[in-house]
DNA sequence: TTTTATTTCAGGGTATACCCTTAAAAACGC
DNA sequence: GCGTTTTTAAGGGTATACCCTGAAATAAAA
């Protein structure tokens, strides 16, 4: 009896590269691919799917919604997160909304047969580095003058208002807050990344999965 | 005699994906794979390559800076983009600096094949899509306001100069004209964008790779 | 050569972003 | 309960971004 399992990216060759690294393994079948959101949680319906390898860049959504969805229908379903950047607190973020492996497009067929065995059975999985940074509470030193770069909840809201090219006065107005605190947020996100000005909070955040 | 290539990407799994789809037809071989730049320059030396799939997305460069160092190296080489954006501009971009076709990451077997076969035989080769939409002169409607977003060479300048996060002050100092003109550029920017700020250029430039 | 697009720049604005400091609630962690 | 972090917000600025109009000098395309 194998592992059933489904993927789902919208880039072809990952897809084969998967099955590829899969297909000499009885322990494991993949019994359905899907390129989208949408088809996903459609497909999963009539199928008896185990794990699901999710894309976090998906066209139609992001990686944590979809995954929140997914795990309020299926809740018996392990989703292990595939993304390309090596986020230490986007994994935190996946691992909080109930995702239980986080993987690496660069990972090798040894890691991703360890990977769904780890999450069958209960546990979740991380990349070694990966829970060494988790472990050691610092990511990456990417912000410029090498600071951590934790927003707290209010940032965020407030550095995805900015990303709306919304104004301080109307930011001030959807989060019931006044502007000049909308300031005070914006001017510590700006310490925080070690940027200039907004275009370069918004620079980072795409580059570090924020968005 | 099978067609040898090699291929650039950072992602493992795509690097299967690609040798999984090529691995039971005889005419063509995959000799070496890279995962960045430094290793695609220095690795080509050695072998007889005839096509490069090459990865925009690489860790430590931008796909158009790389294809043109290996174009001036080894000016036989056919080289093929393999992107996740489907960006008309951007493949425009790519072709006009020597790049032989541009590939979508969804593609299939015999599409891959096919181009393959078109670059070695000196022609260039653009998915079916891409094409069409290169002929009829029109990007996919990003812009906001459905307006055509082709910037110009100093629009463009002053574009990545903002992305650089640069104040008017300096971009002027930086491009040798008056203040205001960089405010006419900015503004003429953020017309064809369809943004209402320089956060929203910044996002539009990302989205498109433009920066 | 004549049209068309680009680049340049100005006056004269208003709105917005950003800086520095201070500080009091409120929520959280233990 | 007590230290810590977060959220809130103020005063009082200066710098910068953005808007509108108009217009001349180049450069490119037809």
Do not use: C, W
């Amino acid at each position: 009896m194998s592992i059933e399992i489904a993927i789902t990216d919208d880039h072809e060759l990952v897809l084969e590269g998967i099955k590829s690294m899969l297909q000499d393994t009885k322990e494991v079948e993949v019994v359905s691919t899907f390129s989208n959101a949408k088809q996903t949680l459609k497909g999963l319906d009539d199928l008896s799917v185990e794990v699901l390898l999710l894309d976090i860049n998906l066209p139609d959504t992001n990686g944590i919604d979809l995954s929140k969805q997914l795990l309020k229908k299926f809740p018996d379903l392990k989703i292990i997160a595939l993304t390309s950047h090596d986020d230490a607190s986007f994994a935190k973020r996946m691992l909080k909304n109930g995702v239980h492996g986080y993987l690496l497009k660069n990972t090798d067929k040894i890691e991703l047969l360890r990977a769904l065995k780890t999450v069958l059975s209960g546990e979740i999985y991380l990349q070694k580095d990966m829970s060494d940074r988790l472990l050691y509470q610092r990511s990456k030193p990417k912000a410029k003058n090498g600071l951590n770069i934790k927003l707290t909840r209010r940032e965020h809201e407030v550095l995805i208002a900015i990303s709306e090219e919304l104004t301080t006065q109307q930011i001030s107005e959807k989060l019931f807050i006044s502007p000049k605190t909308v300031e005070t947020h914006r001017s510590n996100i700006i310490l925080k990344f070690g940027a200039k000005n907004s275009v370069g909070i918004i620079k980072m955040a795409i580059e570090n999965g924020l968005l």
